[in-house]
Structures are given as C-alpha cells and as structure tokens.
C-alpha cells in the first residue's frame, strides 16, 4: 500500500524540468560524468548545494551513468528515495509501538497505526519540495539515512547478538552525514529514545550501549571535518546575520510550518531572506513557540512517549530553524521533511487514543474511513502541487503570488527573460527593487541595453548608495559605476564618463574590463596616448584580444609609432585572421608612405 500511494501520489511528476539549483548541482556538474575515479564522482562543485555533501553527488552520478541527463531518471530517483522513508517510518512506528512500555496500549493495532502514519506522511503536500526539486535529494537521503539509523540502533536493543545492527545504525550515520548536516541531531534523537521507551536510565543505556553511542559520535568529528573544509559562507554566525536576529525570524516561520501541517494549502518555495526584527514584531509568534517548548518538556517529564514526539518535531528542525543563520533563506518547506514525522504520529496516535478511551469500537470504522479521506485528499492536494513544478515561471509565480518578496520577483524576471518575456521581467525588476538591491543592479543593467541611460543612471547609482562602500560590495559597486560610465559616454557626457571610470578603477586598478572601456573612449576622443595606456593595461591583466590589439594597434599608429602597430596588428590576425579592420590596418601601415 505504501509503495502504491507513493507512486501514484507523483506519477505526474516524473517529467518535471530541471529547475534553478538543478543547473549547477546536475547539468553543469562535470563530476558526475563518471563513476570512475571514485573520488570525482564524491567530490561536488565549490560553493554550490553539494559542497559537503559526497554521497548527494554520488547518487547523481549514478543516475547520469544509468540514463545521462534525461530528467525521468533522478525524478524515479527522488520518488524511490521517498517511498523507502516511508516504509522505513513505518517500520520505526511499529516497532515502538510493540516495546514493552506501549505494548499492553498499542501492539494489536501497531501494524494499523504504523500505516497511517506512513501514509500521511508521505503523501502530505508539505513533501513536495524535496521530492519534486531534484536537487532536494539532499533531504531525501539525509532522512532516509536518519530514519534508518534510528530503525538500526532500536533493533539493536532487542536483538540477542546486536553487534551486526549496531554497526549498521553506525554506518548508516556515518553515510547519512555525507548528504546533509542536519544529521548531527540523530545521536541525540536515540539516546531519548533509549531513555524513554527502552531503558528505565540513561545509566543503564550507556551500560548497554556505549558501543554504538561512541560509533554515532563518529559522525560528529565527520560533520566537523565536512564543515572546515568545505562549509559555504552562506551558513554559520559570520555569515552577516546575528544569532538572535535570525532566531527571531524563526518564530513566524515555525508558526508557518505548524499552519501548513494542518492546512497545506499555497505553498511557497522561496520565503525569502531573514530580515531585520525586534521582539515585538514576532510576539505572539514567539510566545506560541515558546509555549509549545515548554510543553514539549513538561510531556517528557509526565507523558514521555507523547514528549518525544515534540522533541522530535524541535530537535531534528533545529539545525536549520534555531540560531545557525542561514542567510540565503529564512526559511524553506524541505525543512520539515523529518519533523512533519512527528506531528503526524502525534495526531494518528493520539486520535487512536481518544478512541480507546471512549470505548466505542462502532466509530472505529468510521475512523478509518475518515482516516482513507484525509490520505486521498492530501495526496489529491499533491498531485496539484506537482503541477506547479512543471515550469519555473509557474512555480515561482506561485511564490510571488503567495508570499511576495524582492528575490523571489527578481528570480521570476530572470526566469520570464528567459522566456523572452521581457515586458513582464522588467514590472517584477521594478516591483523587486524595494527589498533586494540585486534586482537594483540588474533593472539598471537592463534600462542600459534599452538606451533607457538617464534611467539607467539613476537606478545604477541608487543601488551605489545603498549597498554601501564596504568590501564585500567592491565588485557590485565596480560593475554599477562601469555601466553609469557607459551610459554617460552614449549622452556625450565624455568628461563625466572618464571621471566614473577612474573613480572605478581607484576601487579595482586591475580591473581589464574598466581599463578597455576607458581605452575605447580615450580613442574615440582622439587621446592616443590614454587609450594606449590603458589598452597595455587591458593585456597585462587578461591577455590576448583581437579587438584590443586592434585598437591598441589604431593608437599606435596615430602616435607614429608604426613598427609597434604592424606588430600589434599581427597579433590580433593570429588570435582571429578573419579580422578584417586588423588586416586593413596593417596593409595600410605597410604602404611605403609618400
């Protein structure tokens, strides 16, 4: 039945494109080309999704060796990864369910509840971002990882020879840390389940277990050497937002996540980047929150079968939704993708038990055919968010639509420029400029390609001010005074255009593109000698150009000094013979002068 709900739930996901990520992470990712040498196929691109994530980059490579980039093949992969969760919760449900604790309560129905609990969670909509965006893979195997590693360490406890399950909730762990840090919480995750529903102290599961405990630490020391060799700088407490500043976007995002458990309805794929909050802009959310903690910690102190739940729910979305800044996102629905497990036992088990208590076995039936509505109809509410990742506009108009913010309308005027919906892309360049400075940059960038220049110019030199000099901007600022050089030489405006270029060039003195910029301009005004230098510039910082050499050719000329210019301009004829100005010009300097 699960693998059944599972298939049929994506069957129209299959033929969904790559998307956004899926760029770098697949068709540009040359290390998945192979599976031999290994150590390529494990070793992902630099600064992308899959820096630290070997196994992830591994799973690629696989699928590229099996059907190369036909895109079936890695959506088959994320849905098969998905349904093996599933069966693995399943297994982890079941199996509590018949510990000596909860047995006399729960074992004759363990194998009912345990499905209800893999269903729902499973083909609940809040799934479909992992599932459905290829390169997601990454939650996809971490949470499988996890799950299995729990599943292990719990037959482990029961097994009369454990040494074999527990090795293998140690590798397990270990390969699980390879596709996604969010891993590091899983020793902790079994060292509260051995305390709560098999061993009656933490003494005595150290006793029995400090084999496997000391193995789960392992991945500890991985996670740490993945994080110092490799850790993007979108991710840590010097990546430019504060502890507590992203703790408290948090608090609605939370909020968020819980509204959306139970209600799933307009799912966003991009919310956006933390933003600058005091207390009482999240208050009630916050004060939900903390609420809902302190009840987590009371239920583990009187009910800790019902506790672990919502420390399960706190402990394994906390890397990602605590005081770690994440600064690229304040937050994201694959986060939820193991914490979803614990609020849907919570709500299968604990309706079951409200029925227990009642004593009316008659609602049982009427308890599982409400039980079949709810499953149809989250996985009815699926299959239409499938749809949504058929087509980068139509997914990320669903995001500007339902949570509007800078970045997701300026990633959807990227993508409808592409398209050749360029009308469209410049309203939401427009409508982005209030909160995301890049969108500043490139509707500046855009007005110039129109000849819009004074509003090129106006747009550019905002976005100057508003980034700020500082050195993580001195690029953006270098690139933004580049095209307000250009814009102010096509109004004739050449005095002002020399005086931004060498305000740029101030900043970045070996930039090559601002010094063939302002060797263009120099010879268009007839200042040989200018343009000379700055071409030479130009040279000695990228090398070898046909037009460059040309030009600096020209300017050689009209200095006299004519030996110079042949050469020049036969170095621009070996880098392209077919140049016919570089050709002209050396034929003329070649003429005997009369």
């Known amino acids: 039945m699960i693998v059944l709900a599972g298939a049929l739930t994506y069957a129209n996901s299959l033929s969904g494109p790559l998307l956004f990520d899926d760029q770098s992470a697949i068709l540009d990712n040359l290390q998945i080309r192979h599976l031999w040498p290994l150590l390529d196929a494990f070793t992902g691109p630099r600064h992308g999704v899959l820096t630290s994530r070997p196994i992830v980059n591994l799973s690629f490579a696989i699928n590229y060796a099996i059907g190369g980039l036909s895109v079936r093949g890695y959506h088959v992969g994320n849905v098969s990864l998905h349904i093996l969760s599933a069966l693995v919760l399943f297994a982890i449900v079941r199996t509590t369910l018949a510990t000596p604790k909860l047995r006399d309560r729960f074992a004759p129905a363990s194998n009912g509840l345990a499905l209800a609990c893999a269903l729902v969670w499973m083909v609940h909509p809040l799934q479909t971002e992992s599932v459905d965006y290829v390169t997601q893979r990454t939650e996809l195997m971490m949470g499988l990882f996890y799950l299995l590693t729990l599943y292990f360490s719990i037959r482990a406890a029961g097994a009369g020879a454990p040494e074999r399950w527990q090795a293998a909730a140690i590798v397990s762990c270990l390969v699980g840390m390879g596709c996604k840090e969010s891993l590091a919480t899983v020793p902790v995750i079994i060292v509260l389940y051995d305390r709560i529903f098999i061993f009656d102290s933490l003494r005595g599961a150290w006793r029995r277990r400090k084999t496997l405990y000391g193995g789960l630490a392992l991945a500890w020391l991985e996670f ?84 672990f739940l919502g420390a399960w729910f706190f402990i394994t979305l906390a890397p990602a939704s605590s005081i770690v800044p994440i600064v690229t996102e304040v937050g994201a629905e694959r986060r939820m993708y193991l914490p979803l497990a614990g609020l849907v036992a919570l709500a299968v088990i604990g309706g079951y038990q409200l029925l227990a208590k009642a004593g009316r076995r008659a609602l049982v039936p009427c308890a599982i055919g409400a039980l079949s509505l709810v499953v149809f109809a989250l996985a009815g509410a699926t299959a239409r968010r499938n749809h949504d990742y058929a087509s980068g506009v139509a997914l990320l108009q669903t995001a500007v639509d339902r949570w509007p913010h800078g970045r997701a309308r300026f990633n959807l005027a990227t993508v409808l420029k592409g398209h050749g919906r360029n009308d469209e892309a410049m309203s939401q360049l427009r409508a982005a400029v209030t909160d995301n400075p890049d969108a500043q940059y490139v509707l500046g960038s855009e007005l110039y390609d129109r000849g819009q220049f004074d509003e090129a110019i106006a747009e550019l030199q905002a976005f100057i001010g508003r980034i700020g000099p500082n050195p993580a901007s001195m690029y953006p600022t270098v690139a933004a005074r580049n095209l307000v050089a250009l814009s102010l030489a096509q109004q004739g405006k050449v005095a002002e255009a020399v005086e931004e270029f060498h305000v740029a060039l101030r900043m970045d003195p070996r930039n090559p593109d601002l010094h063939g910029n302002l060797g263009f301009l120099l010879l268009r005004q007839n200042n040989f000698a200018g343009a000379r230098q700055q071409y030479e510039e130009y040279l000695t910082e990228r090398g070898g150009s046909a037009f460059v050499l040309t030009s600096l050719g020209v300017a050689l000329q009209k200095l006299g000094r004519i030996d110079e210019a042949k050469e020049r301009f036969r170095q621009a004829l070996v880098i392209d013979p077919n140049d016919v100005e570089a050709r002209r010009r050396l034929d003329g300097a070649s003429r005997p002068q009369p």
């Not at 010097?238 to 995002?253: D, E, F, I, R, S």
């Not at 968020?256 to 933003?275: E, F, I, S």
């Open 224 to 307: 740490a050497a993945l994080m110092i060799t490799s850790q993007p700088k979108s991710v840590g407490f010097g990546a430019g937002v504060t502890p507590w500043t992203y703790l408290l976007n948090q608090a609605p995002m939370i909020v968020q996540y819980l509204k959306l458990t139970v209600w799933p309805h307009a799912l966003v794929l991009d919310y956006g980047l933390p933003r600058q909050l005091v207390v009482t802009d999240v208050l009630a959310q916050g004060t939900l929150v903390a609420a809902l903690v302190i009840l987590t910690g009371l239920a583990l102190a009187v009910r800790p079968a019902i506790g």
